[in-house]
């Protein structure tokens, strides 16, 4: 056997372990909260973003409904146009077939 004398535990014991475990404890959560923090703001950023890209959405949104209606309206003067040089054609050939 063994000449070792037995453990005891002493109230100084005690308190250097309650002491570690506190300060572990303490780590961790501070650790967590540091991570907590950083994923606020992130999201934060990201709502940041995403704000940014609705307003893009609807400015394009808004910009090619401005560009539609101006190709409508080509279009359309455009039809007018091509009216206006038919008629002129066909009072060309009245008046070049009225002297004949």
């Known amino acids: 056997m063994s000449d070792t004398p037995p453990r005891t535990w002493s109230i100084g014991n005690a308190m250097s372990v309650a002491l570690m475990v506190m300060g572990i404890v303490t780590m961790v959560m501070g650790a967590y909260w540091n991570i907590l ?7 934060v950023t ?3 973003y995403e704000a940014r ?4 959405e609807k400015s394009l949104q808004a910009r090619q409904a401005a560009e539609d209606s101006f190709a ?3 279009r359309s003067a455009l039809a007018q146009i091509q ?17 004949r």
Request: aromatic fraction near 0%; hydrophobic fraction near 45%.
């Open 53 to 56: 890209l609705t307003i893009a």
């Open 37 to 43: 923090q950083t994923i606020n703001a992130q999201q």
């Open 83 to 99: 009216i206006g040089i038919a008629d002129l054609r066909v009072q060309e050939a009245q008046r070049l077939g009225g002297k």
């Open 46 to 48: 990201l709502a940041g």
């Open 72 to 74: 409508s309206e080509m």
